[in-house]
């Protein structure tokens, strides 16, 4: 997604969900500062910029009845809104601006040099945040088995064996998330040689 699919997205979440929601009544949290909801928001624009209007048009009707508060007449929280985005349209693997980033940044190189990027990956996909170091520790560390399988299995290839069914499927969709691991670090690499090119 380029920045201008970006800005575009943020307006659809803005009218179809935003908008929507409050054109049905429900309101600010009670206890949260005008500021603050006002930056959930925000932040539910740009994380949500992926979706479709058909999807943001289900999740619109989804929220609607889940309000907060004792009267259920709350805006809900970011938090949920975005666990059900995940259920009614989960974004694709080159749709996250943070995905991008972190396989461009020396993390994502590492992660493919060592042989654990398709955890990191599924990891950002599910957490939707930036993982600490003691986070990426514990990814490498959960990795090691499978990296060890697709070794033992490129290996036995090697010598001429022929896969079973199931070894070459799980091997094949592990060289296909590496693939999508290495697009989004050169879309991350691409989105800021742009920055860097729109600022000289």
């Known amino acids: 997604m380029d920045e201008r699919a970006q800005k575009d997205g943020e307006k659809r979440v803005r009218h179809l969900?935003?908008?929507?929601?409050?054109?049905?009544?429900?309101?600010?949290?009670?206890?949260?500062?005008?500021?603050?909801?006002?930056?959930?928001?925000?932040e539910l624009c740009q994380r949500l910029a992926y979706m479709t209007a058909d999807g943001l048009g289900a999740l619109a009707e989804d929220m609607a009845g889940r309000g907060g508060g004792k009267e259920r007449d709350r805006f809900p929280l970011a938090a949920r809104v975005l666990e059900r985005a995940r259920v009614i349209e989960?974004?694709?693997?080159?749709?996250?601006?943070l995905i991008?980033?972190?396989?461009?940044?020396?993390?994502?190189?590492a992660a493919?040099?060592?042989?654990f990027a398709p955890e990191l990956m599924r990891w950002l996909r599910s957490n939707r945040q930036w993982p600490s170091s003691f986070v990426v520790?514990?990814?490498?560390?959960?990795?090691?088995?499978?990296?060890r399988r697709a070794e033992d299995?490129?290996?036995?290839?090697?010598?001429?064996?022929?896969?079973?069914?199931?070894?070459?499927?799980?091997?094949?969709?592990?060289?296909?998330?590496?693939?999508r691991c290495v697009q989004a670090r050169e879309l991350g690499l691409g989105d800021a040689a742009g920055r860097?090119?729109?600022?000289?």
């Open 17 to 42: 969900l935003i908008d929507q929601l409050e054109r049905l009544g429900l309101m600010r949290p009670a206890g949260m500062a005008k500021p603050a909801f006002e930056a959930m928001q925000d």
């Open 90 to 97: 989960a974004p694709q693997a080159d749709a996250s601006p």
């Open 100 to 109: 991008r980033k972190v396989f461009a940044a020396r993390l994502g190189e």
């Open 112 to 115: 493919l040099a060592q042989g």
């Open 137 to 147: 520790n514990g990814i490498r560390d959960g990795a090691r088995e499978n990296l």
């Open 153 to 179: 299995l490129r290996a036995s290839q090697g010598r001429g064996q022929e896969l079973g069914t199931g070894d070459l499927a799980w091997l094949e969709a592990r060289q296909a998330e590496i693939a």
């Open 196 to 200: 860097g090119g729109a600022a000289a």
